[in-house]
Nanobody, 124 residues
């Protein structure tokens, strides 16, 4: 059974930082691109960041480019997202995602496995 478990969400002031982590089990981790998506209330789920299975390619949404950094550790079956200079518009539930597709960016429909999400709230 595949499980993706997120951690690290919480409440932070605007301008602050958080690190999200995703722990994966039940899949061949280094065969999957890993990514983060987010969904705010009343909005569609959107791509935030992705990293290829080897970790040699990353992609970011324009809205987080330069502020968020995605990484992975294939030895530990984990992925992380460092989020700096957080803004109120970053408030959302963040979901870890795994995809067998090549590359580092994909749409929600291209995700093979989802975590249950972790809430990030940025207060202004």
């Amino acid at each position: 059974q595949v499980q993706l478990v997120e951690s690290g969400g919480g409440l932070v002031q605007a301008g602050g930082s958080l690190v999200l982590s995703c722990s994966a089990s039940g899949l061949t981790f280094n065969s999957y691109a890993m990514g983060w998506f987010r969904q705010a209330p009343g909005k569609e789920r959107e791509f935030v960041a992705g990293i290829s299975w080897r970790g040699d390619s990353t992609a970011y949404a324009d809205s987080v480019q330069g502020r968020f950094t995605i990484s992975r550790d294939n030895a530990k079956n984990t992925a992380h997202q460092q989020m700096n200079s957080l803004k109120s518009e970053d408030t959302a539930s963040y979901y870890c995602a795994a995809s067998r597709r090549s590359g580092s960016k994909w749409s929600p429909s291209g995700t093979d496995y989802w975590g249950k999400g972790t809430l990030v709230t940025v207060s202004s």
